[in-house]
């Protein structure tokens, strides 16, 4: 079945850069039916959708407005993973992230990651 | 960016009950809704698609209906392992936005 394994640090401090793996086990971070996401959840801003990188004959990349000049998310083919860097963080990015698959067809997070405590403090 | 609004924010409820949760679309998102279970300290489980059609090895139990703005999702008799937080999140566009969330306690 399909898997989503979370890798990174749960300390990052201010104005420094977040960075965290979602290793697919199961399925292809290539596939043309599946959008791979980033999500994060905290108490102040509940559940909110980041960003998102999808394979359709070529690469493309979407972001929410709030984060979009602070961040990154890449696949790699190689591992078969996608990643996520946010840059210049603060206290308010303190949250659980997780990533999820979204396929083509429900359009819904159906695989979730296990989620990554992220706290921003020096 | 679409607004979800659920109500209530929390209920309680004895094992069962008839639970129903609403969710509100600040526009119309042509039932594309899903409705996702959430246990403390735990991922949200996907539990149905397109405002009512039910993922995979979910119990019958649970169903969605709704059109336009307005979608519920309802419990038809709760089991113990049903109290938990419920979201409803739409697909309709970029970018994807959850409701705050609708908590079930036990009575």
């Known amino acids: 079945q399909v898997q989503l394994q979370q890798s990174g640090p749960g300390l990052v401090k201010p104005s420094q850069t977040l960075s965290l793996t979602c290793a697919i086990s199961?399925?292809?971070?290539?596939?043309?039916?599946?959008?791979w996401n980033w999500i994060r959840q905290s108490p102040s801003r509940g559940l909110e959708w980041l960003g998102r990188?999808?394979?359709?004959?070529?690469?493309?990349?979407e972001y929410a407005a709030s984060v979009k000049s602070r961040i990154t998310i890449n696949p790699d083919t190689s591992k078969n993973q996608f990643s996520l860097q946010l840059n210049s963080v603060t206290p308010e990015d303190t949250a659980v992230y997780y990533c999820a698959r979204a396929l083509t067809g429900t359009y819904a997070f159906d695989i979730w990651g296990q989620g990554t405590m992220v706290t921003v403090s020096s | 960016d679409i607004q979800m609004t659920q109500s209530p924010s929390s209920l309680s409820a004895s094992v069962g009950d008839r639970v129903t949760i609403t969710c509100r679309a600040s526009q119309d998102i042509s039932n594309s809704l899903a409705w996702y279970q959430q246990k403390p300290g735990k991922a949200p489980k996907f539990l149905l698609y397109a405002a009512s059609r039910l993922e995979s090895g979910v119990p019958s139990r649970f169903s969605g209906s709704g059109s336009g703005t307005d979608y519920t999702l309802t419990i038809s008799s709760l089991e113990p392992e049903d109290f938990a937080t419920y979201y409803c999140q739409q697909y309709y566009n970029i970018p994807r936005t959850f409701g705050q969330g609708t908590k079930v306690e036990i009575k």
């Open positions: 990188t999808y394979y359709r004959s070529k690469w493309y990349n």
């Open positions: 199961g399925d292809s971070v290539s596939s043309n039916s599946a959008a």
